[in-house]
């Protein structure tokens, strides 16, 4: 078996049809150890098409989808997650327009050259912009050392859990 279920687009030649049909939902729906990512239920907070595209992204981000691999059909998905096919086509047409995945005519959908690293960039500058001026202001209100607090969570990291 592969390390990576459903990789690729087509039948693996080491594999039956139906064996690669399987893993496809199974990485789609699960990811890496068993982690949903690709969970059935929707949130009514947000539109599904958004929550569709979030979950593709994190599939990129979690190396789930790698560079070249195909996207499950816009069929497919639709199919059995009971979504309407121009739902799933909307959440993957973002993708498209932020230029994380590439249309193939006739083929399908393919994550681009360089996406799960374009995540990582514009997650990295959000995190600098908007969060991180927050995490530093309660750094100083609590008059932390940041050299000593990343001691401490590097110990607790290495410990394998919180020091209750």
Known sequence: MHDRIGRGYGPDPERGA???????????????AGRSLMDPKWSDDLPIYRQLKDRVIAMILEGVLV????LPSVRNVAAEYRLNPLTVLK??????DEGLVEKKRGRGMYVMEGAKNKLLKDERKR????????????IDRLGLDVHELLADAEAVQKSGGSDD
């Open 91 to 96: 959440g993957y047409q973002e993708l498209v």
């Open 127 to 138: 995190f600098i912009e908007k969060e991180w001026p927050q995490v530093r202001a309660t």
């Open 67 to 70: 560079d070249g691999d195909a």
């Open 18 to 32: 139906a064996d690669f049909a399987l893993g496809l939902s199974q990485a789609w729906v699960f990811g890496f």
